[in-house]
Every structure is written in structure tokens, then in C-alpha cells.
């Protein structure tokens, strides 16, 4: 039997827009976030051909809006949602929800040929308990990293040997420092428990691709405080230090 090949797509990413990503194989697929509302999730998986209704699980980082305002969206098909404790206590869904955990590890659908593992890993955000997650498939591992101020030691050890990372690159240290946001929330986003730099994300991209065709995607910028080419020149100048070109030794999108 001819196994399908994973199936990636950032379907949106950004504050205002809300963040969701779909991972499949064929026979499972996956959700990491419902930031849009129900009716946009629904139309970003309809537009790339993805059937809503054969979703089988969605993973919530963390409880703010942009993250899980289209939770409803598995209310409408029936998928359960799987996050942390604390996630679940915010979104009121410990009754409901599927609790993960620190580095436990659990497959969707180990039955079938092409499963799905999972592994929640804590990351550094002003939420209730916020997450990570690394996904395993048949042929693919993917590491899901959106907002965090702080790049650990386990972070990285869980995203070593990954195919794609999709991780966020909120802003640049200059135009946040000169921008309009008022001292309070440029603490807010700078600060160990705010967002990522470019500058953190290179240098972590820079520990972690080998330059074997790793797919990099770059998320969930400011609209203010960054520009697609500020964050692509860092991860390039990151990755050219340890004499790896794009298109020649990884792909790079910047969404």
C-alpha cells in the first residue's frame, strides 16, 4: 500500500486574522489552533480541498482569542480538542476537553497506517498554561511553535530533527523600540513570557536546521513592529553562518 505524503499548510496566522494549521495524511488530519472564526476555518480548509468534517482532533496552544476564536468549529463536527489543564479551565472545556501534558507523548488514530503523534511542550507566554506541540507522521515531523518570549532547553531538544518548523518571528528589536507602542506593552512583547524576535527565532533556527531541505515557516509577524524582508534577512544571515543557502540547503517561507 502507497502511503499519502504529509500534508502541511499554515491556513492563517497573524493576531487580527487568528492562527489555525492543518497537518494530514491522508486518512488523519489535525488542527493546531481555531484562531478565525468558525465560518473562515471552514472556508481556509474548503479553499485547499480539506474536508471539515474529517478532522480528527484540534490542538489549542493557549486561550487567547487569536488562538481559539473558532473553537466553536469543533463544537459544529464534533472534534474533540485537546490542550492543557489550564487552557481547558480558560476555554471552559475541562469537562469536555482532552488534557495533554509537559513532554507525554499520545497518538491519534494508532491503528491506522498513518498515525499521528503528538508532543505538548511548555512554552514561555502570559497564559494560563501554554504550549507547543511537535508532530510525528509516517514521514513527517513538524514542529508547531507560535507565541512564546523564551526559547528553553526542552523546546529545543523536542524541534531537534524536524522536516517543517512553523514558528513565529514577531518582531524586530529596532522597529519595536522605536514604534508607538506606549513602554508597557513593548515590555509586554519583549519581555520572557511576550513574543519572539527575529533575532530568538535565527539564532534557535540556527542550532536546529542541517540544511537537508527542512521547510521553515516564518509566522504570526507584527503588523507594526516588523516586515517580511527584516525577518527573512536574520534567518538567512542566521543560516548562511553555518554555510546554509536558501532553495540550496532549506526552503523558507515568510507569511
Given at each position: 500500500?502507497?502511503?499519502?505524503?504529509?500534508?502541511?499548510?499554515?491556513?492563517?496566522?497573524?493576531?487580527?486574522?487568528?492562527?489555525?494549521?492543518?497537518?494530514?495524511?491522508?486518512?488523519?488530519?489535525?488542527?493546531?489552533?481555531?484562531?478565525?472564526?468558525?465560518?473562515?476555518?471552514?472556508?481556509?480548509?474548503?479553499?485547499?480541498?480539506?474536508?471539515?468534517?474529517?478532522?480528527?482532533?484540534?490542538?489549542?496552544?493557549?486561550?487567547?482569542?487569536?488562538?481559539?476564536?473558532?473553537?466553536?468549529?469543533?463544537?459544529?463536527?464534533?472534534?474533540?480538542?485537546?490542550?492543557?489543564?489550564?487552557?481547558?479551565?480558560?476555554?471552559?472545556?475541562?469537562?469536555?476537553?482532552?488534557?495533554?501534558?509537559?513532554?507525554?507523548?499520545?497518538?491519534?488514530?494508532?491503528?491506522?497506517?498513518?498515525?499521528?503523534?503528538?508532543?505538548p511542550v511548555n512554552v514561555m507566554h502570559d497564559a494560563a498554561e501554554p504550549l507547543m506541540y511537535v508532530i510525528q507522521t509516517h514521514d513527517t515531523k513538524i514542529s508547531v511553535m507560535m507565541?512564546?518570549?523564551?526559547?528553553?532547553?526542552?523546546?529545543?531538544?523536542?524541534?531537534?530533527?524536524?522536516?517543517?518548523?512553523?514558528?513565529?518571528?514577531?518582531?524586530?528589536?529596532?522597529?519595536?523600540?522605536?514604534?508607538?507602542?506606549?513602554?508597557?506593552?513593548?515590555?509586554?512583547?519583549?519581555?520572557?513570557?511576550?513574543?519572539?524576535?527575529?533575532?530568538?527565532?535565527?539564532?534557535?533556527?540556527?542550532?536546529?536546521?542541517?540544511?537537508?531541505?527542512?521547510?521553515?515557516?516564518?509566522?504570526?509577524?507584527?503588523?507594526?513592529?516588523?516586515?517580511?524582508?527584516?525577518?527573512?534577512?536574520?534567518?538567512?544571515?542566521?543560516?548562511?553562518?553555518?554555510?546554509?543557502v536558501k532553495n540550496k540547503h532549506y526552503k523558507l517561507e515568510v507569511l
Amino acid at each position: 500500500m502507497s502511503l499519502n505524503k504529509t500534508i502541511v499548510k499554515v491556513l492563517s496566522t497573524g493576531s487580527k486574522e487568528g492562527s489555525v494549521v492543518y497537518i494530514g495524511t491522508g486518512e488523519s488530519s489535525i488542527l493546531i489552533d481555531a484562531g478565525p472564526a468558525k465560518k473562515n476555518i471552514k472556508k481556509f480548509m474548503l479553499d485547499n480541498n480539506f474536508n471539515p468534517a474529517k478532522v480528527d482532533a484540534i490542538l489549542i496552544s493557549h486561550e487567547h482569542k487569536d488562538h481559539c476564536g473558532g473553537i466553536a468549529f469543533a463544537d459544529d463536527y464534533k472534534i474533540p480538542v485537546y490542550a492543557s489543564e489550564g487552557t481547558l479551565k480558560e476555554l471552559k472545556r475541562s469537562e469536555t476537553g482532552k488534557i495533554v501534558k509537559h513532554l507525554k507523548t499520545f497518538i491519534l488514530d494508532g491503528l491506522r497506517q498513518t498515525f499521528i503523534s503528538v508532543t505538548p511542550v511548555n512554552v514561555m507566554h502570559d497564559a494560563a498554561e501554554p504550549l507547543m506541540y511537535v508532530i510525528q507522521t509516517h514521514d513527517t515531523k513538524i514542529s508547531v511553535m507560535m507565541d512564546t518570549g523564551t526559547i528553553t532547553k526542552d523546546m529545543l531538544s523536542a524541534m531537534a530533527m524536524s522536516d517543517v518548523y512553523i514558528l513565529e518571528a514577531n518582531y524586530d528589536e529596532d522597529m519595536l523600540a522605536n514604534g508607538d507602542y506606549h513602554d508597557g506593552l513593548k515590555y509586554r512583547v519583549s519581555s520572557d513570557t511576550g513574543h519572539l524576535s527575529n533575532a530568538q527565532t535565527a539564532e534557535a533556527l540556527n542550532s536546529l536546521v542541517r540544511g537537508i531541505g527542512e521547510h521553515i515557516i516564518i509566522t504570526h509577524m507584527s503588523a507594526k513592529n516588523n516586515t517580511p524582508e527584516l525577518a527573512e534577512q536574520a534567518i538567512k544571515l542566521a543560516l548562511f553562518d553555518k554555510g546554509l543557502v536558501k532553495n540550496k540547503h532549506y526552503k523558507l517561507e515568510v507569511l
